[in-house]
């Protein structure tokens, strides 16, 4: 029965490409893998094209970095609320933001990644700022609640966090 390649499954992808550089024909290698010839055929044609057996083309995440302090004080809160109860997590907020900037990224880098591997760190790029005018959007969620969504297009300090989010 015919085996089918997925696309997270390199380490197949590279034993047919090491087989066919070997000089066997994709016929034997469909027959030895039990893979169809024409996945074997598509898979040697794109790496005689471009080099790379399911890498893409993608934009690099962009995140803000966290300081060494940040990481470690970020650790030792999740250590100290692992086995918390759902009646201890009902009296806590989580709030999150997001910035939306209205000047469009000129930053164009692509860098080739495999599917699936958009969060591991060789593919994020940190930014640390955010530059020109845009909106920031603020949200929290409770136990079983939540806040409504608040949007500012004015510069976001701790006062107006608490005033207005809060």
Request: net charge positive; proline share 2%; glycine share 8%.
């Amino acid at each position: 029965m015919a085996q089918i390649v997925r696309h997270n499954d390199e380490s197949v992808r590279e034993r047919i490409i090491g087989r066919l550089e070997c000089g066997r024909t994709q016929l034997e290698v469909s027959e030895e893998l039990g893979i169809a010839q024409s996945v074997i055929s598509r898979l040697w044609q794109r790496f005689q094209d471009d080099g790379h057996i399911g890498l893409y083309a993608r934009r690099p995440v962009r995140c803000v970095p966290l300081t060494a302090t940040q990481c470690r004080l970020l650790l030792t809160w999740s250590r100290e609320h692992a086995l918390w109860t759902p009646q201890q997590c009902s009296c806590v907020m989580f709030s999150d933001e997001s910035r939306f900037s209205l000047q469009s990224d000129s930053h164009r880098t692509l860098i080739w990644r495999a599917p699936g591997t958009r969060y591991h760190q060789e593919n994020t790029i940190e930014r640390h700022r955010y530059d020109g005018a845009g909106w920031l959007v603020c949200g929290g969620i409770i136990l079983g609640s939540k806040t409504e969504l608040h949007l500012q297009s004015v510069t976001m300090t701790g006062h107006i966090y608490r005033d207005v989010i809060l």
